[in-house]
């Protein structure tokens, strides 16, 4: 089955300054990857995803790259805001194969003021 | 904006018993999964349900669990005899159609089996 590894489990980051949390899946069959964010006691919210059809997807300070030859995909934010600490998580979802998303560990992103 | 809801928000239980975690997947949506978060750890997937039956369910989904669609709108996950690792959040989640659309979840109900 599909496996998802995410780094680092832990990203602190000086409020303004981007942050990049990086996944890699191992089935080739996986065609997306959805990126949730998630507070403290709170449900996992979408906050971008991307299709194995595009490279790149930008949405306000948000983007997500994939690279489908290496298997790897990332998440960038920009310009982060004490609102933006939370952990991500990564998740990723086969073509032939699963029905469920498989996540990441998460990472546990700090913005420091 | 519609939202997959979950009830009980917390649910305590004695090792052994029977719980039934119940889900309101948002109105148009046809699939239907169950997640588990254990504290600290990542989302797991452990079902998924369409057109009225199991589609896959993983290696956590045993036969301890079951899930029903008892009538058109609630979607349940029963655990039948609870142990003490079951204890985690359970979140519920529905798409629409299309394989890559996006699953929303609900708010999750935490459970503590003691």
């Known amino acids: 089955g599909e496996n998802v590894e995410q780094h680092p489990s832990t990203l602190s980051v000086q409020e303004g300054d981007s942050a990049v949390i990086k996944c890699t899946y191992s089935?080739?069959?996986?065609?997306?990857f959805p990126w949730y964010k998630q507070e403290l006691g709170k449900r996992p919210q979408l906050i971008i995803d991307i299709r194995s059809n595009v490279g790149e997807k930008k949405d306000q300070r948000i983007a997500v790259t994939l690279n489908k030859t290496a298997k790897h995909f990332s998440l960038h934010i920009t310009e982060t805001q004490p609102e933006d600490s939370a952990v991500y998580f990564c998740a990723a979802q086969g073509w032939g194969g699963a029905d469920g998303l498989t996540f990441g560990k998460g990472t546990h992103l700090i913005i420091q003021p | 904006e519609p939202e997959v809801t979950q009830t009980p928000s917390h649910q305590v239980t004695q090792m052994g018993q029977e719980v039934i975690l119940r889900c309101v997947p948002i109105?148009?949506?046809?699939?239907f999964y169950w997640y588990r978060q254990i504290l600290g750890q990542k989302v797991e997937f452990l079902v998924s349900?369409?057109?009225?039956?199991?589609?896959?369910k993983s290696e956590i989904f045993d036969d301890q669990f079951s899930v029903e669609r008892p009538d058109g709108s609630n979607f349940t996950l029963k655990i039948r005899s609870t142990k003490l690792e079951d204890s985690a959040m359970y979140f519920c989640?529905?798409?629409?159609?299309?394989?890559?659309?996006?699953?929303?979840f609900g708010p999750g109900t935490r459970l503590t089996v003691l």
């Open positions: 089935d080739s069959a996986s065609n997306y």
């Open positions: 109105s148009n949506h046809l699939y």
């Open positions: 349900f369409y057109n009225n039956e199991i589609s896959e």
């Open positions: 989640a529905s798409r629409m159609t299309g394989r890559t659309d996006t699953q929303y």
